[in-house]
C-alpha cells in the first residue's frame, strides 16, 4: 500500500518524464492494436468464408499452399492444380449410384485417375464408400473493364436430386439481382463437367457468370444485366463474351469481390481442361469425414486432403503469418516503448538513489522500493496501454483503408477482438515490467551507505 | 536502550589497500543516555553511527543493543530493529519529496504496520512534541532546513525507537535553527528516555549531550573540550 502511495505521488511529481513514457507505451500498444486488428480480420474473414461452405474434405495437389479464398488483389497465390485424367470413361458413374451394386461393372479403373477411389476392390465393394457428392473447383484472374477479376469455376448445374450444385456447397448466397443459371445437366460427378472443350465449342448457356456484390458495383454490372447485354473478358479468342446473369447480395466478405462460372468455361478460358485447383468433398455421414479422408489418403498418397477443420487450420497459418508479420513491425514500436520505459524507471531511480538509502536506513525493505518502482513502471505502462488500445482502435480505421486500396477490398478488414485487447493488455504489462527490471535489479544491490552517499 | 561495543574494527577496501576506519572501539552507553561523538571529517564519526544504525557491520567486534549482537543477525532482522527500535535523523534530512510533513511522519509507521488507525494522531503528536504542527500538510520543499530537521525527527521518533541516531543534525543548519533543533533533541531525550548518540564536529553541539567522545584516526576517546 505504501509502495502504489510513494509511485503515484512520483508519477505526479514527474509528470512531464512521466507523460513521455506513457506516450511510448501508447505508441507501441497503438501500432499493435492497429496492426494486428488486421491480422484478425482476416483470419474472421477467411474463417467465415470457410465455414460457410458445404465442404467436408478438400482435395489439392500434394504440397499446394492454396490461401483458402483465392487469390485476391495482392493476396494468395497462384496454388498448383490437381490434375485430372483426361480421358475420361463415358460410362462414368456417379458416387451415389456406385451404391447400386449392378452399376459396379461400369466402373473402370484408371490408373493415376482420382475416380479411382470409385473402385471397387475384387470383392466389389466400393473402397471409399461414405462419399455423397464431389465437385471440382478452379479459379482464375482475368481483366474485365481493366479491373483485374478473380473467377470461381464450379459446377451450375444439379445433383440428382435436383439440388443446385451452387446451392449445395457456397450456402447462403442469394441472388439481389438477376437469376442462378442452372443447367438442367446433371453433374453426377466431378468428371462430367471435365470433358475437353475449346473456347469456340462453348454453347451460349455456358458463357455466362454470377457475380459478387461490389465487384457488379465496381463494374457497373446491373446495367448489363438489366439490358439483358454481355461483357467482354480478354481470351485467346478475341470477341469472347460473358454475360451476366445474377448478381449476389452484399455480404461484407470477400465473395463480394468474386465471379463465378460455369467450371467447363473457366477451363476453357484456361486452356486447363482436365485440371482444377480444388476437389470438394461431401460425405454422408459426418461421423465418417476421418474415416474417408484416411481412405482417400490410402489410395492416393500422392494427394493431399484436408478436413474442413484442416482446412481452416491452413488458413490459420497463413494467418499467423500475417500476423508475425506484421507483430515484426510493431515490435519496433515496443522495443521503442519499452526501451524508453526503461529509461525513464532508471533516470527516475538514479535521481532517487539517496531517498531510497534513507528510506533502506529506516527500516523499508528491498521488496517494498522493488515493488514502488513495479507499480510506478506499471501504472505508466497500464495508462499507456489503455491509451494505446483506444488509439489502435482510431488508427485500425485508417489502416482499413490502406489495406482497401492494396489488397483493392471494400468491406471492413480490421477487427478488434476481446483476445486482441487483452494481448494490448499483457504487452503493456510486459512493458512496465521489463521496463522497472534494470533499476529493481540496482536498487536490490544498492548497499545503504552507498546509497546515502550518492552522487549523480 | 543500552549498548555496547566491544574491540570492533573497521576498514575500507581503498584503491592502495585496506584502509583503517575504526581501531578497538569500546563503548558503553547506558539506557536514556545521550552522547555526542565529535573529530574532524574522515575520521569515521559516520562510520560508527551505522554500524550502531545496523546499515553496516564491523570487520570485528560485537555491538550489543540491549543483549542482542547485531553483528551476529541477518538482514531481515536488522531491517526489522532498523525499523522498529532505531531512528535515524541526517544531516541531509533525506525527507520523501512527495510526502508532505505528515506523510512523511507516518512512513515508519506505514511500513512497521503499527499503530494502525491511529497513525495520522501519532504523528501529529510527534509534530507537536518538535514544535511543528501547525505544518502538517506542508509540503517539505518549502520549509526551512530546521523545520526539516524537526520533521526528520519526529519521523525519527514515530515509531518509538530505543535509539536516536543523528549524524550531524545541524551541519546545514545556522546558528538559530541550531540551537533550536539541539534543545529539540534535549527535550525529546529526556522526555521520552530515548538513548541519543550523535556525531557532530561542533563542540557547541556537541555540549548539549551527557558525554562527549572524540574519534581520531578510528580511536574512541573521553574528551576533553
Do not use: A, E, M
Given at each position: 500500500m505504501i509502495a502504489f502511495s510513494l509511485a503515484k505521488k512520483n508519477i505526479i511529481r514527474k509528470q512531464e518524464r512521466s507523460l513521455l513514457t506513457i506516450i511510448g507505451v501508447i505508441l507501441a500498444v497503438g501500432s499493435f492494436v492497429a496492426l494486428l486488428s488486421i491480422a484478425e480480420g482476416l483470419n474472421n474473414k477467411l474463417t467465415s468464408e470457410i465455414v460457410s461452405r458445404n465442404v467436408d474434405i478438400y482435395v489439392t495437389a500434394s504440397g499446394a499452399v492454396s490461401l483458402p479464398t483465392g487469390s485476391i488483389g495482392a493476396l494468395g497465390s497462384d496454388d498448383e492444380e490437381v490434375e485430372i485424367e483426361q480421358s475420361l470413361p463415358k460410362d462414368a458413374i456417379s458416387i451415389e449410384t456406385?451404391?447400386?451394386?449392378?452399376?459396379?461393372?461400369k466402373l473402370k479403373r484408371i490408373r493415376g485417375n482420382f475416380i479411382d477411389f470409385l473402385n471397387p476392390d475384387a470383392d466389389g465393394n466400393q473402397k471409399v464408400p461414405y462419399i455423397k457428392h464431389a465437385i471440382g473447383i478452379t479459379r482464375f484472374q482475368k481483366k474485365i473493364r481493366g479491373r483485374n477479376v478473380v473467377f470461381w469455376g464450379l459446377p451450375f448445374g444439379t445433383s440428382d436430386d435436383g439440388t443446385p450444385l451452387f446451392n449445395l456447397y457456397l450456402q447462403g448466397m442469394k441472388v439481389q439481382a438477376g437469376v442462378f443459371p442452372i443447367e438442367t445437366k446433371q453433374y453426377d460427378d466431378i468428371y462430367s463437367c471435365l470433358e475437353k472443350k475449346e473456347l469456340s465449342s462453348l454453347s451460349e448457356e455456358e458463357k455466362v457468370f454470377i457475380s459478387g456484390y461490389k465487384i457488379a458495383e465496381e463494374l457497373n454490372l446491373k446495367e448489363v444485366l438489366d439490358k439483358n447485354d454481355k461483357i467482354e473478358m480478354k481470351t485467346s479468342s478475341s470477341d469472347f463474351k460473358l454475360k451476366p446473369e445474377a448478381i449476389i447480395s452484399f455480404n461484407s466478405g470477400f465473395q463480394d469481390y468474386f465471379c463465378y462460372m460455369p467450371i467447363q468455361t473457366a477451363l476453357a478460358i484456361n486452356g486447363t481442361t482436365g485440371k482444377v485447383k480444388e476437389i470438394w468433398i461431401q460425405v454422408e455421414n459426418k461421423d465418417k469425414i476421418k474415416e474417408t479422408k484416411r481412405l482417400l489418403h490410402y489410395y492416393f498418397p500422392n494427394l493431399e486432403f484436408k478436413t474442413a477443420e484442416e482446412y481452416l487450420g491452413t488458413s490459420g497459418e497463413i494467418v499467423k503469418y500475417a500476423w508475425f508479420m506484421e507483430f515484426a513491425i510493431a515490435l519496433i514500436g515496443i522495443l521503442i516503448a519499452t526501451t524508453a520505459s526503461m529509461n525513464t524507471m532508471l533516470m527516475s531511480t538514479f535521481e532517487r538513489i539517496r531517498e531510497f538509502g534513507a528510506l533502506r536506513a529506516i527500516g523499508a525493505n528491498r521488496s517494498v522500493i522493488a515493488s514502488m518502482i513495479l507499480i510506478e513502471s506499471l501504472i505508466l505502462s497500464i495508462i499507456g496501454g489503455i491509451a494505446g488500445i483506444i488509439v489502435g482502435i482510431i488508427g485500425s480505421t485508417f489502416l482499413d483503408d490502406a489495406v482497401k486500396i492494396l489488397f483493392r477490398v471494400s468491406f471492413p478488414m480490421a477487427n478488434i477482438t476481446p483476445t486482441l485487447i487483452i494481448y494490448a493488455l499483457l504487452l503493456s504489462v510486459f512493458i512496465g515490467v521489463v521496463g522497472a527490471l534494470i533499476p529493481i535489479i540496482i536498487v536490490y544491490r544498492l548497499e545503504i551507505i552507498r546509497a546515502l552517499k550518492w552522487d549523480m | 536502550m543500552r549498548i555496547r561495543m566491544k574491540g570492533i574494527y573497521k576498514f575500507w577496501e581503498g584503491e592502495f589497500g585496506k584502509i583503517r576506519v575504526l581501531e578497538n572501539v569500546n563503548l558503553d552507553i547506558a539506557d536514556k543516555e545521550f552522547i555526542a561523538i565529535m573529530g574532524p571529517s574522515g575520521t569515521g564519526k559516520s562510520t560508527f553511527l551505522h554500524l550502531l544504525g545496523c546499515i553496516d557491520k564491523p570487520n570485528f567486534g560485537e555491538i550489543y543493543l540491549d543483549n542482542t549482537d547485531i553483528c551476529k543477525i541477518n538482514e531481515g532482522i536488522r531491517e526489522q530493529i532498523r525499523l522498529e527500535h532505531i531512528g535515524f535523523i541526517f544531516q541531509n534530512y533525506y525527507l520523501i519529496p512527495t510526502l508532505s510533513v505528515l506523510e512523511n511522519v507516518m512512513l515508519p509507521m506505514q511500513l512497521a504496520n503499527s499503530f494502525v488507525g491511529q497513525q495520522e494522531e501519532k504523528a501529529m503528536k510527534m509534530l507537536e512534541l518538535v514544535g511543528i504542527q501547525d505544518k502538517w500538510n506542508y509540503d517539505t520543499a518549502k520549509l526551512s532546513g530546521g523545520q526539516r530537521q524537526r520533521v526528520a525527527t519526529a519521523r525519527a521518533l514515530v515509531n518509538e525507537p530505543g535509539l536516536l541516531l543523528a549524524d550531524e543534525p545541524t551541519g546545514n543548519l545556522d546558528a538559530k535553527s541550531t540551537r533550536e533543533v539541539m534543545d529539540m533533541l534535549k527535550i525529546v531525550n529526556r522526555q521520552q528516555g530515548v538513548t541519543t548518540v550523535m556525531v557532530t564536529h561542533d563542540s557547541k553541539v556537541a555540549a548539549y549531550a551527557d558525554r562527549i567522545y572524540y574519534l581520531d584516526e578510528g580511536r574512541l576517546s573521553t574528551a576533553n573540550i
Open positions: 456406385v451404391k447400386n451394386k449392378t452399376d459396379i461393372h | -
